[in-house]
Every structure is written in structure tokens, then in C-alpha cells.
T-cell receptor
Framework: DTEVTQTPKHLVMGMTNKKSLKCEQH?????MYWYKQKAKKPPELMFV???????INESVPSRFSPECPNSSLLNLHLHALQPEDSALYLC????????????FGPGTRLTVL | DQQVKQNSPSLSVQEGRISILNCDYT??????FLWYKKYPAEGPTFLIS?????DKNEDGRFTVFLNKSAKHLSLHIVPSQPGDSAVYFC??????????????FGRGTQLTVWP
């Protein structure tokens, strides 16, 4: 299995909702990442987990809460989001944090109403 | 502070010809460079990479060239095919210290290959 999967593919939520994005990989990778990508912009790093511990938080607002329950799973919990948070949320993984290639999932297209 | 720059937002090339996508960087501490390809509504797909100790890496139709003194890299696609039409992102990695694991992306170049 050489892919990163993400669910759901699309998500529409109101500003008072609580939802979660899920990411899974079975490549034995020990580093996992959340990125946010707006239209016509490059991916922006949000969080890095290394061996299930949060190692980089790029000053992301607390309405985004990451969680790494085990080495294969990465969640992003969403609460009280704003319309400007609408974007494509990408998960990626790599062998470990020092590895060069990161492999991306297909993303979750999030719309906040 | 854009440390990786792709100054051409778009490139249009005829099928069968060479596509050359360019990327410049400002941080001399970068030691690994990657190209990703992205179709609409999909995540970026890793394409090819190069370590700073090399000046060329080839994989099939794709070749990446690195000029460290100019802080410049380029991706050559020969021959170009319509299926290559996508956004291409250049990315750089500084494999040490607190920034370990952080990829710095350019803004991307939209490549269109027409028949």
C-alpha cells in the first residue's frame, strides 16, 4: 500500500459545527503532516507529527486541533471555523521527519458557510 | 518571505516539444529539492528530486538540473504530452535543525501541453 488516504473528500460545515478530517497511511511512515492550500497558492504547512508527537505547529489558530492516535492515523479536529478557513486540506507522510520526499493524499475540500 | 520562487505562473508548450519549468531559491542552506505535479482537486504527486551534491537527476522523460551557484533549478520534460498538463510545484528542504521536515514551496507553474 503506497498511498495516503483522506476522508471525507468534501466537507461543508457551519461556523458553529465540530467536524474532523481523517488521514491514513500504511507505508510505515513515522512523520505525518497537515497542509492547507488555497486556490492558486502553494501548500502551507500547519502541523508536523514525528513518531506520534507534535513537533511543528506553524502558529495555527486553536480552532484547528491535530491528533495522532497511532503511527498510521492523523486527525484534524475543526471547531468554530471561519469562512476564510475554506480551503483544500492536505495530509502527507514521509519515512521520518528527516526524509526528503513527502507523499500527499488527495485532500479534503472544506467549505465553511 | 518567499524562499522558493517560480516566476512564471504559466507555460504553454506544443505536444512533443520540450517543457522547461524554472525555480529559484534564496536560502543557501537548502540541501534537497523536489518537484511535485498537481491536477485540480487532487493532492500533489511527487515527481522527481535532486540532492544538493548533484547537478542533474534524470527519470524517464523528466530531468532536473541544479545550479547551486545561481540558486536555480529547472525541470525539463521531453517530449511533452497532453497528460503532463498540470500545476508544477518546486519545493526545497533544509534537512536539519528546527526546520527539519519543513518543505518550502514555490507558487507553482501551470503547464499546458496542446496537441
Amino acid at each position: 500500500d503506497t498511498e495516503v488516504t483522506q476522508t471525507p473528500k468534501h466537507l461543508v460545515m457551519g461556523m458553529t459545527n465540530k467536524k474532523s478530517l481523517k488521514c491514513e497511511q500504511h507505508m510505515g511512515h513515522r512523520a505525518m503532516y497537515w497542509y492547507k492550500q488555497k486556490a492558486k497558492k502553494p501548500p502551507e504547512l500547519m502541523f508536523v507529527y514525528s513518531y506520534e508527537k507534535l513537533s511543528i505547529n506553524e502558529s495555527v489558530p486553536s480552532r484547528f486541533s491535530p491528533e495522532c492516535p497511532n503511527s498510521s492515523l492523523l486527525n484534524l479536529h475543526l471547531h468554530a471555523l471561519q469562512p476564510e478557513d475554506s480551503a483544500l486540506y492536505l495530509c502527507a507522510s514521509s519515512q521520518d521527519r528527516g526524509s526528503d520526499e513527502q507523499f500527499f493524499g488527495p485532500g479534503t475540500r472544506l467549505t465553511v458557510l | 518571505d518567499q524562499q522558493v520562487k517560480q516566476n512564471s505562473p504559466s507555460l504553454s508548450v506544443q505536444e512533443g516539444r520540450i517543457s522547461i519549468l524554472n525555480c529559484d531559491y534564496t536560502n543557501s542552506m537548502f540541501d534537497y529539492f523536489l518537484w511535485y505535479k498537481k491536477y485540480p482537486a487532487e493532492g500533489p504527486t511527487f515527481l522527481i528530486s535532486i540532492s544538493s551534491i548533484k547537478d542533474k537527476n534524470e527519470d524517464g522523460r523528466f530531468t532536473v538540473f541544479l545550479n547551486k551557484s545561481a540558486k536555480h533549478l529547472s525541470l525539463h520534460i521531453v517530449p511533452s504530452q497532453p497528460g503532463d498538463s498540470a500545476v508544477y510545484f518546486c519545493a526545497a528542504n533544509r534537512g536539519r535543525g528546527s526546520t527539519l521536515g519543513r518543505l518550502y514551496f514555490g507558487r507553482g507553474t501551470q503547464l499546458t501541453v496542446w496537441p
